[in-house]
T-cell receptor, first 114, second 112 residues
Framework: DAGVTQSPTHLIKTRGQQVTLRCSPK?????VSWYQQALGQGPQFIFQ???????QRGNFPDRFSGHQFPNYSSELNVNALLLGDSALYLC?????????????FGPGTRLTVL | DQQVKQNSPSLSVQEGRISILNCDYT??????FLWYKKYPAEGPTFLIS?????DKNEDGRFTVFLNKSAKHLSLHIVPSQPGDSAVYFC???????????FGAGTILRVKS
């Protein structure tokens, strides 16, 4: 049973560019959440997708957008990249109103903006 | 607005002794709390959770204590092992499946 997978592992972009990160949830999960982890900080919630719609959103600008596909996989898009967007981007999968509280995380995508 | 705080950036413990990691929160709406462990180049791995209606949950070497009146929780690891060396995050959540709010993490080093 494959866990949460993310691609790519690493990415280097320049300011102003756009980036797309991808995530496949754990088998059987219907919900994907995205988190940003800056250096020395804990993961910060960006948004969550369920049934192909944004269900919850954290305090991130509209430059951050996402999508969920019918197979539950998800993409995170960031436009007009800033230096401050450099971080580890984590995807987590879960079940909406499931019977256990934990979310399962992927290994992350390390984004560097130059 | 830091709803979950881990005030100790790092902790060093001798192998075989107890490790105690602490976490404070301000949001009384959290229904449950979780602890995650993170190794470099890996995603966070779930360790243990506790419902807000409980004051203790135990799983093997890991025990989480919750003091609601103090808005404080702690993770005890007994006995500590070198493989426990990692970054530990506490997180709070409302309704299973909803967003998690994380603390900044505590680096645990277990010396052999």
């Amino acid at each position: 049973d494959a866990g949460v997978t993310q691609s790519p592992t690493h990415l280097i972009k320049t300011r102003g560019q756009q980036v797309t990160l991808r995530c496949s949830p754990k088998s059987g999960h219907d919900t994907v959440s995205w988190y940003q982890q800056a250096l020395g900080q804990g993961p910060q919630f960006i948004f969550q997708y369920y049934e192909e719609e944004e269900r919850q959103r954290g305090n991130f600008p509209d430059r951050f957008s996402g999508h969920q596909f019918p197979n539950y996989s998800s993409e995170l898009n960031v436009n007009a990249l800033l230096l401050g967007d450099s971080a580890l981007y984590l995807c987590a999968s879960s079940l909406v109103r499931g019977h256990y509280p934990e979310q399962f995380f992927g290994p992350g995508t390390r984004l560097t903006v130059l | 607005d830091q709803q979950v705080k881990q005030n100790s950036p790092s902790l060093s413990v001798q192998e075989g002794r107890i490790s105690i990691l602490n976490c404070d929160y301000t949001n009384s709406m959290f229904d449950y709390f979780l602890w995650y462990k993170k190794y470099p180049a890996e995603g966070p791995t779930f360790l243990i959770s506790i419902s807000s209606i409980k004051d203790k949950n135990e799983d093997g070497r890991f025990t989480v204590f919750l003091n609601k009146s103090a808005k404080h929780l702690s993770l005890h690891i007994v006995p500590s092992q070198p493989g426990d060396s990692a970054v530990y995050f506490c997180a709070g959540g409302t309704e299973y499946g909803n967003k998690l709010v994380f603390g900044a993490g505590t680096i645990l080093r277990v010396k052999s």
